[in-house]
């Protein structure tokens, strides 16, 4: 986490030519700034115990001119909504969120940054038979992925020892949360290609990916899931 900040937005009114971030018109909007010291991909998570919330993202210097950089994003179930912000180095983006007032409720805005295999051009090696333990909070998509909606993604490569069939196994915590993890073989997002696989959901987390692998070859494995849940994979 590179910021962290705690308040709440009891009494938080809308202001005349305020953009509309959501349709709850009851909701206050809180405002915050941020310049970001390097570029790349930001996951800006507000944090709202039993309330649902809304994050959107601006540049611009007045109500009247803001530009919309990223959002509306909404949660319309408790807890928690997150929003990916590819940002450059420098630029000042204005944060607003909205959610229903109330009293005693806090809200919690923080800006992570993603692991280094949430890119696919820096993928995590996995060893054959050797379990790796990840978080998938952090995760988000790159610009140019293609799959799912309001997922994130991880990255891995593998080369294969030998010739001959393998499983790819992906385990979620909670198991309420479910993965689909995929293989392809390339060495860029625009000229990858899918591997013919085989998918076998086990349900309570697990789901397996069956495929057959050459010799020599590197796969790169993504796995995708609602970034919430802790991940193994093998």
């Known amino acids: 986490v590179s910021r962290s ?28 700034t941020w310049t970001p010291t390097n570029i790349g991909i930001y996951q800006i998570q507000a ?6 919330a809304t994050i959107a993202i601006y540049t611009g210097s007045a109500l009247t001119n803001l530009n ?28 607003a969120v909205t ?19 949430d890119s696919f051009s820096s993928p995590l090696p996995l060893t054959l038979n050797e379990p790796r333990i990840d978080k ?14 309001h997922t994130g993604t991880l990255w891995y490569s593998w080369t294969a020892p030998r ?9 979620t915590v909670p198991d309420a949360f ?17 591997v013919p696989s085989f998918h076998y959901d086990a349900n309570y987390g697990t789901n397996f990916l069956a495929f057959h692998a050459q010799q020599g070859i590197t796969y790169r494995f993504s796995v995708e899931t609602a970034p919430y849940a802790f991940e193994r994979t093998r």
């Open 178 to 194: 479910t993965t689909t993890p995929f293989v392809y073989t390339g060495s860029d997002l625009t000229n990858i290609l899918r």
């Open 163 to 171: 010739t001959a069939p393998y499983i790819f196994a992906a385990l």
């Open 47 to 52: 944090i709202v115990p039993h309330h649902g």
């Open 99 to 117: 959610y229903l007032p109330a009293k005693d409720t806090p809200l919690i805005l923080e800006i992570h940054i993603p692991p280094p295999h």
């Open 5 to 32: 900040v705690i308040t709440n937005s009891f009494g938080a009114t809308t202001e005349p030519d305020e953009p509309i971030h959501t349709t709850t018109f009851t909701a206050g909007s809180l405002w915050w």
């Open 68 to 95: 919309i950089i990223a959002g509306p994003e909404h949660s319309s179930h408790p807890s928690s909504v997150l929003l990916d912000l590819n940002a450059q180095a420098g630029s000042e983006y204005i944060i």
């Open 136 to 149: 998938f909070f952090l995760s988000t998509r790159e610009p140019g992925e293609t799959g799912m909606t």
